[in-house]
C-alpha cells in the first residue's frame, strides 16, 4: 500500500466582508451614499468585499467596482407626510417590512460580514433591522456602526422621533460606534442633539466625503455636450436629486433667462411624476438652449464641465459641489424634513453656496443669480473633505478591537414608528 503525501496547502485568508444597508424611502441620498463609502472600503489599504442592501432598483444602473454586489429590496415610498407604503407590490406596510426583514437577515446570515454599517435609521424602516442586529450582536463576531449623514433634522424632531424609537438604548445595545460622515465646525451633531454621554464616547467624525475620489473611471472625461446633445457653450446645470419633489424648481429653471453663452441641462431624477416630466418636455422644446435627461449615474462630467449648479440641498450634492469647488445656488427642500435647510444655511454662512428658498423660487429669481453668480473662490482648504479616509482609518481599528458584549437590553422588540 502507497500512502501519497500531499504537499500542505496554505488556507486563502478570507477578505474582509462589510455589509452597507440603506433604506432609500425618498431619493437616491442614501444608497449614492454608501456606494461612495463601497468604492473606498474595497480599494487599498482594506479591499474587502461589499454587499450592499439597498431599498432602490436604480442601483443596478450605478457601475459598481470589483468586489461590491447589491441585493435589491421591494422599495418604500415615502409621501409628503413622512408615511411609508409599498412602492410597487401590493402589500400593506407590515408584509412589506416583514418581507425585507426575512429578506435581509437571511442575506446578512449567509454574507457573515466582518463589519455591517447601517445608514441613518438604527433600526431600519419600521424595525426591519432588529432581529439580524440581535442575531449579530448575540451569536457572531460582527461589528456594527451607524452611519449618519451630517445633520438630520431639525433638533426638537430629532430628540422626539429617538424618544419615541427608543434608539439611545438601540445604539448602546447593537452598535460598536456610530460615524458622522460631517464635521462639527458646520454642525456639531453630539451637541445639537444633546446625544448621552453613552451615545458620545461611540461617535466619530469622518469628515465629508470628497467624490472626486470615488466616481467613475471610465467616465470622467465624457464630454457632456457631446454625450446629450448640447449646443457648446458655458454650462449651467440645474438637478433635484431623485426628483419626486423637483418639479418647481425645473420648471423655473427651464423659464428662466441663461446669461449670454451659456447653455442649460435639467436631470429630473428617476422618481419625478411623468406629469411634470412631459411637461418639462414640452417646456424645454421651445428652448433650443436647453437639454432634458432623467437620470445619470455618475454626475462629475457634468459637475466637471458646470460653471453654474441649481440644484436641492441633499448630503450627496452638497459633496459634490464642495469636491468640484462650484457656484451654487442651492434651493433646499423643506418638508417633511428641514434638514436640507439647516445644511444650505449653515454652508452659506460658511461662504460655500448660496440658498434660496422654496417659497421664492421663480424664473426671475434664479435668473438673476444665475447672471450675477461669480466663479467662486477655492475653499477647498477650508472644510475638511477627508471622509473616506477617516472611514478607512476607523474600520481598520475597529477590526482590531474587542467586540463589545450585548448591552442589558431588555426590550425585546424596538419597532421605529416615527420616521
Known sequence: ??????????????????????????????????????????????????????????????????????????????????????????????????????????????????VMIVDKTPLGVSGELEPILKELRMYHNTRCVLGLRDILDDKQQVQREWYLSNYDEVIKAYYDEVWIYGHPAIYNMVREYGFSDEIKKKVRFTGYLNRCETSNDSAKDDDPFITYGLPKGRLALCMVGGGQDGAHITEAFVKAKLPEGFVGLIVTGPFMPEKHRSRLQRLISKRPDMRLIDFINDPQPLLKHAERVVSMGGYNTICEILSFNKKALIIPRVTP??????????????????????????????????????????????????????????????????????????????????Q
Open 337 to 418: 424634513r428641514t434638514e436640507q435647510l439647516i445644511r444650505a444655511e449653515r454652508m452659506s454662512n460658511a461662504g460655500f453656496l448660496d440658498v434660496l428658498h422654496p417659497d421664492s423660487v421663480t424664473p426671475g429669481a434664479i435668473t438673476t443669480w444665475l447672471q450675477t453668480a461669480e466663479k467662486p473662490e477655492s475653499f477647498r482648504n477650508r472644510i475638511d473633505l477627508n471622509g473616506l479616509i477617516r472611514i478607512q482609518k476607523y474600520l481598520r481599528a475597529l477590526l482590531a478591537a474587542r467586540k463589545q458584549p450585548l448591552a442589558n437590553f431588555h426590550q425585546t422588540e424596538v419597532i421605529s414608528n416615527v
Open 1 to 114: 500500500m502507497v500512502i501519497q503525501i500531499l504537499p500542505f496547502v496554505k488556507p486563502a485568508v478570507r477578505k474582509r466582508r462589510i455589509v452597507l444597508y440603506s433604506h432609500d424611502t425618498m431619493g437616491l441620498g442614501h444608497m449614492r451614499r454608501n456606494i461612495s463609502i463601497a468604492r473606498a472600503l474595497t480599494a487599498e489599504p482594506i479591499q474587502a468585499d461589499v454587499l450592499l442592501i439597498a431599498g432602490a432598483k436604480q442601483v443596478s444602473s450605478f457601475k459598481l467596482p470589483q468586489g461590491v454586489d447589491c441585493l435589491t429590496l421591494p422599495a418604500f415610498y415615502k409621501g409628503t407626510n413622512g408615511q411609508y407604503q409599498s412602492r410597487c407590490l401590493d402589500l400593506s406596510l407590515e408584509e412589506l417590512v416583514q418581507f425585507r426583514g426575512q429578506t435581509i437577515r437571511a442575506a446578512v446570515k449567509a454574507f457573515d460580514p466582518d
